[in-house]
């Protein structure tokens, strides 16, 4: 099964700035056969189910504001939220389809610095 | 537009049986593969297994094998999660979410479901 780890855990930002999120997977995640990675990324607000953002690493969901992006490749990938909003707070996960059953990163906590 | 609604929250005794039901509008289930992930208080969520409608097969990982049962039933548009012999650490919600693709359960989810809270106590 392979491992998704997320950093930091928690990680608070001024409104306006720039909210980086890692996730790093115990094995590559890169599909070799169509250049793809495996890699998704959703928030998370209290009380509500996770919302898909990015898939395939950096491939934003319709409707996902343009200040969030992805990146990364292989087993290192990243989470970025340029001009942070108020509405931006939330857990943030990251997970893997490749291979086994899929599985998502322990979370990282955003907030308001 | 896709909506999953699921069924409501439930209390239930250790070593007895859960079910939970997400019903599908705004597109048949045959169109796509579903899941269900649960996510125990404070923690991140969990992949259990899913079910592609279009193929009758269903997947469940190793550690709920035995114990899971995933279910669609075509005619009202529905997928099911059973889970028996329960305790104490089931005791989470259960979300039932929507795979982008039709053919495979191990994918990116596009769609979910409000959640369903089970508490085993």
């Known amino acids: 099964e392979i491992v998704m780890t997320q950093s930091p855990d928690s990680l608070g930002v001024s409104l306006g700035e720039r909210a980086s999120i890692n996730c790093k997977s115990s094995?590559?995640?890169?599909?070799?056969?169509?250049?793809?990675?495996?890699l998704t990324w959703y928030q998370q607000k209290p009380g509500q189910p996770p919302k898909l953002l990015i898939y395939?690493?950096?491939t934003r969901e319709s409707g996902v504001p343009d200040r969030f992006s992805g990146s990364g490749s292989g087993t290192d990938f990243t989470l970025s939220i340029s001009d942070l909003q108020a509405e931006d707070v939330a857990i943030y996960y990251c997970q893997h389809h490749f291979g086994g059953p899929p599985t998502f990163g322990q979370g990282t906590r955003l907030e308001i610095k | 537009q896709v909506q999953l609604v699921q069924s409501g929250a439930e209390v239930k005794k250790p070593g007895s049986s859960v079910k939970v039901s997400c019903k599908a509008s705004g597109g048949a289930l045959k169109t796509h593969a579903f899941v269900w992930v649960r996510q125990a208080p404070g923690q991140g969520p969990e992949w259990m297994g899913g079910?592609?409608?279009?193929?009758?097969?269903?997947t469940y990982a190793q550690r709920f094998q035995g114990r899971v049962a995933i279910a669609a039933d075509e005619y009202t548009n529905t997928v099911s999660l059973e889970l028996a012999s329960l305790r104490s650490e089931d005791t989470a919600t259960y979300f039932c979410?929507?795979?982008?693709?039709?053919?495979?359960?191990?994918?990116?989810?596009?769609?979910w479901g409000q959640g369903t809270l089970v508490i085993v106590s």
């Open positions: 395939w690493a950096s």
């Open positions: 094995q590559s995640i890169l599909d070799t056969s169509n250049g793809q990675n495996n």
């Open positions: 979410a929507r795979s982008r693709s039709s053919a495979t359960t191990s994918h990116f989810y596009d769609h």
């Open positions: 079910i592609i409608p279009m193929y009758g097969r269903v």
